[in-house]
């Protein structure tokens, strides 16, 4: 009989023979744009820290209190024993900001899409979702008896036959409303009218757009003007947002309360630690009363990304902080990646299975709390280390 130690073990020899082998560097202070990794202090462009709440004084200290008046954790799901007065207020924040009726709490944004399609829709129903979705999206479909439609990468015209083909009783249209690996925002205004004409609902997860994207950082939707318009928005307090962990589904109340009662990785989860809830009020209460967080992410990330094509590279988006500089070659990307590395610069190189092969890229992820200098600092390596690889 096989061994299953030699069975994967030969997996990850392949694996890291082809290049795509993820290793894990130990960072040794907290998340900041300037963090310590193997022995060495180097400027950080890994993190989704993008308005720099990580290591913030305020939100620290808020979370530091809330241990004290509300304990460390739980020890419950949130309809046995687990729910305290913050997380109503918490979530009572959240709905205020994206102006939807109410709003339910997950451990995860992953585990709120996982246990978003199963609970609303039925056999009855259809879900149309981007081929380039999030993982946890994707996984979450795969669990609902829902009729499955994949369209092509913001191709609306595909989107738009499929709608046309189908007589499901509910339509639900799927999509990242920025696609982590692209820095590409999801066109919803085009889903918007399309969803308007086939009588469709519109989910967006939006992780990588909450609190800073568009006029008044309020995500995807507020950046196209069509906030009002998304039926059903998934989201987390992992990265904008603080960066602890967490995420929440905002959506009507009939949505939210049928999650409360039948999705399984809410009914099945422990609830937030009240620390974590604590602080993401405090987030919530920055991002609404001091625009400074957003203005600095907004100015760094129009800098690096028009500085890094004058250079010569290909980079992919535009005017967001998530900025992919793309190598194509993976072995080639994990070298840029260790070069930088040499020059005090922390980027990671992304390929398969993570990205299709032959798209590997450096991503960078800019932040409000990067200095010019810092920005500068890392244009010069990436120009250096990119002329020594004949990548520019």
Known sequence: MANIKNILGNQLEQIKQDGTYKHERIIQTPQETEIDVLGKTVINFCA???????????????????????????SSVRFICGT??????LENKVS???????????????DANGGLFETILSKEDAVFSDELNH???????????????????????????????????????ATDGVFSMDGVVAPLKNIVMLAKKYDAMVMVD?????????????????YHDVLSDI??????FGKALGGASGGFVSASKEIVETLRQKSRPYLFSNS??????????????????DQSHKERLDKNTMYFREKIKQLGFDIKG???????????????????????????????????????????????????????????????????????????
């Open 206 to 222: 939006d992780c990588h757009a909450t609190g800073f994207l568009g006029n008044e950082g309020k995500g995807s939707g507020d």
């Open 96 to 110: 205020e900001f994206h102006g939807k009726e109410d709003t339910i709490l997950y451990s995860s944004c992953f």
């Open 272 to 289: 937030l630690a009240p620390a974590l809830v604590a602080a993401c009020i405090k987030v919530f209460d920055i991002i609404e009363n």
């Open 48 to 74: 989704n820290n993008y308005l720099g709440l990580s290591n913030d004084i305020a939100i620290k200290k808020a979370a530091i209190e809330a241990i004290d008046e509300w304990g460390f954790g739980l």
């Open 135 to 173: 993982a946890s999206i994707i996984d979450g479909i795969r669990l609902s008896k829902a009729e499955k439609n994949r369209y092509k990468h913001a191709d609306m015209e595909h989107l738009e036959e499929l709608l046309k083909n189908s007589n499901a009783r509910l339509k639900l249209i």
């Open 84 to 89: 305290q007065t913050i997380h109503k207020d």
């Open 318 to 392: 535009v005017d967001h902080p998530i900025v992919p500089i793309m190598i194509y070659d993976e072995k080639k990307a994990v070298k840029m990646s260790e070069e930088l590395l040499k020059k005090n610069i922390y980027v990671i190189a992304f390929s398969y299975p993570v990205v299709a092969t032959g798209q590997a890229r450096i991503r960078v992820q800019i932040s409000s709390s990067h200095t010019s200098e810092q920005l500068d600092y890392a244009l010069q390596a990436f120009h250096n280390v990119g002329t020594e690889l004949n990548i520019i």
């Open 231 to 236: 039926d059903i928005i998934t989201s987390t």
